[in-house]
């Protein structure tokens, strides 16, 4: 399986600050032929279901605010958000979905500093 | 509009099987490309893929959990259903269902776009 490693476990950032979360991938989710990185990134709140942010590792899903952004390719991956919101503390996981099991990093817990 | 509804019991015994059923409306499981998951996410934890069911009646699951896993589709009734055999106080989780993006200029399976709002399972003698 491929395993996803995020950091840190935790931040804790002022309102308007950014924050950034990174994800490391144990292989490549770049599928060459369509050059797509098969990777996600969603948002968690208590007693709510995950919610899709990201998807192709750097496409925003509908609806999402544009604060959030996500990067990069390969093996290493970057979710953020560029001026955190009070509504923005939640639990962030990255997930791939480039190999036959579907896997979630550990989360990432972000706080308001 | 999209949405999944899980139900099935809050309460199973060891050694029991569970049957979870997602229903669902927005889509329809016999269009090319559509797939659906069940996850399931055990109390302060990240969130694990269990299986996915696609239109064309192709099943995956996870290889750990493969020989207790079986999903299935009724067509008829916009419903998805798991069952999960040999239950342990270890499957207490809440489980999920949820659709699975296509994108069809690359003919190629996504993320998990849209998820129901769960339903806790406590295995307990």
């Known amino acids: 399986d491929i395993m996803l490693t995020q950091s840190p476990d935790s931040l804790a950032v002022s309102l308007g600050e950014r924050a950034s979360i990174k994800c490391k991938s144990s292989?490549?989710?770049?599928?060459?032929?369509?050059?797509?990185?098969?990777l996600a990134w969603y948002q968690q709140k208590p007693g709510q279901p995950p919610k899709l942010l990201i998807y192709?590792?750097?496409t925003r899903e509908s609806g999402v605010p544009d604060r959030f952004s996500g990067s990069g390719s390969g093996t290493d991956f970057t979710l953020t958000i560029s001026s955190l919101q009070a509504e923005d503390v939640a639990v962030y996981y990255c997930?791939?979905?480039?190999?036959?099991?579907?896997?979630f990093g550990g989360g990432t817990r972000v706080e308001i500093k | 509009q999209i949405t999944l509804k899980e139900s099935g019991p809050t309460l199973v015994k060891p050694t029991q099987t569970l049957t979870l059923t997602c229903s669902f409306s927005?889509?329809?499981?016999?269009?090319?490309?559509?797939?659906v998951g069940w996850l399931r996410q055990p109390p302060g934890k990240a969130p694990e893929w269990l299986a996915l069911i696609y239109w064309d009646d192709d099943e995956r699951y996870r290889p750990s959990l493969k020989d207790r896993l079986t999903i299935t589709k009724d067509i008829s009734k916009n419903q998805v259903i798991l069952t999960m055999t040999n239950m342990d106080p270890a499957d207490t989780a809440t489980y999920y269902c949820a659709h699975r993006q296509y994108d069809y200029e690359s003919d190629t399976g996504g993320a998990f776009d849209v998820w129901g709002q769960g339903t806790m399972v406590t295995v307990s003698s």
């Open positions: 192709w590792a750097s």
């Open positions: 927005g889509f329809s499981l016999t269009t090319s490309g559509v797939g």
């Open positions: 292989q490549s989710v770049l599928y060459d032929s369509n050059n797509k990185n098969y």
């Open positions: 997930q791939q979905y480039y190999g036959t099991v579907r896997t």
